[in-house]
């Protein structure tokens, strides 16, 4: 009986080892693991909904009022606040309905509109107060002004704090 | 040149656009960034709106089937009022059309407003929106619904 099943399962190893590449093994692994490295390139749909241009080059921190993304921002510094210059902190909620202007990057030259889209829900943040201004209009000006809380399209009017979103190039003449 | 390569170019230039009434002079960057700070902010960036703010997207179309309607889109304060000339008005109108206006546009396509027409039109902003817009599409249901019956 024993001889018998050392026979039969040394027919099926021999068979297995004639049938089966020794390499199969790496060849299978290999072929995952390049394609699940293709998969993040893919063209599929990213968080950036703006359809900006998502990468402007760089220059400064966004928790600096200094920063240029904030040249016509009047409020609390998202990045300050537990979100960033493109996002709202957990637990608000960004308002569609914003105004936009036009900031200069310094580290291309070029210049981006920005939209100042506010986060909403909970009382004002308080850290990193920046009040800059630059191309701010008066109220009558209602689309191109800072002074008024743009918590509009939002559950909360409550103001917490400011994005600067870059959602797209300047148009040069 | 060979007879085939001839029509083939030919075939080329017969633009169905065209006839669809798309404004060819569109300069769509331009277009775009006066869309990005005139009108998105409000409007917001797909012609969606948000709460109170009325959409583009999908809506446009049915303004244009009516003068009043089409009338409207220029005369409300945001276009009337914006500090875009006439000719940069039309153009970021147009390009709205043919960006948001999607299924609500007649399949025989518009008449793309020219600078002439809108300097003419804004020069009568209204000053009641809600109740002129009610009314407006209430005559354009009725101008559908006589389409319909006939």
């Not at chain 2, 220029?74 to 006439?86: E, I, M, Y």
């Amino acid at each position: 009986m024993m001889s018998f099943i050392d026979r039969l399962l040394e027919k099926r190893a021999r068979s297995a080892a004639q049938h089966a590449s020794r390499r199969g093994l790496l060849k299978t692994l290999g072929g995952a693991l390049v394609g699940a490295s293709a998969v993040p390139l893919l063209p599929v749909a990213r968080a950036d909904g703006h359809g900006g241009p998502a990468h402007p080059q760089e220059q400064g921190s966004d928790t600096d009022c200094d920063y240029w993304r904030y040249c016509a921002i009047d409020g609390f510094l998202c990045s300050c606040c537990g979100g960033s210059a493109n996002t709202c902190p957990p637990g608000t909620e960004m308002s569609p309905v914003t105004w936009i202007g036009t900031c200069h990057n310094p580290a291309d030259g070029r210049n981006y509109v920005i939209s100042y889209n506010d986060c909403c829900g909970k009382s004002s943040c308080g850290a990193c107060l920046c009040q800059r201004d630059e191309g701010d209009r008066p109220p009558y000006r209602p689309d191109k002004t800072n002074d008024i809380n743009w918590c509009l399209g939002t559950s909360s009017a409550s103001y917490h704090c400011s994005t600067a979103v870059v959602v797209g190039v300047a148009f040069e003449e | 040149m060979s007879r085939r390569v001839a029509i083939f170019l030919a075939g080329l230039l017969y633009c169905p656009a065209a006839l669809l009434g798309s404004d060819a002079g569109i300069n769509e960057a331009r277009a775009k960034y006066h869309y990005q700070m005139f009108c998105q902010g409000c409007h917001t960036p797909d012609g969606a709106g948000a709460n109170a703010v009325p959409p583009l997207k999908d809506f446009m179309g049915y303004f244009l089937r009516s003068q009043r309607g089409r009338e409207f889109m220029v005369r409300v304060p945001g276009s009337a009022t914006s500090k875009l000339d006439d000719a940069e008005l039309a153009e970021v109108l147009n390009w709205s059309i043919d960006n948001f206006a999607g299924s609500s546009l007649s399949p025989d396509g518009y008449a793309p407003y020219t600078a002439a027409e809108v300097g003419e039109l804004r020069t009568r902003p209204l000053q009641e929106i809600e109740n002129h817009r009610a009314a407006v599409l209430a005559e354009i249901a009725a101008i559908d619904q006589q389409g319909a019956e006939s």
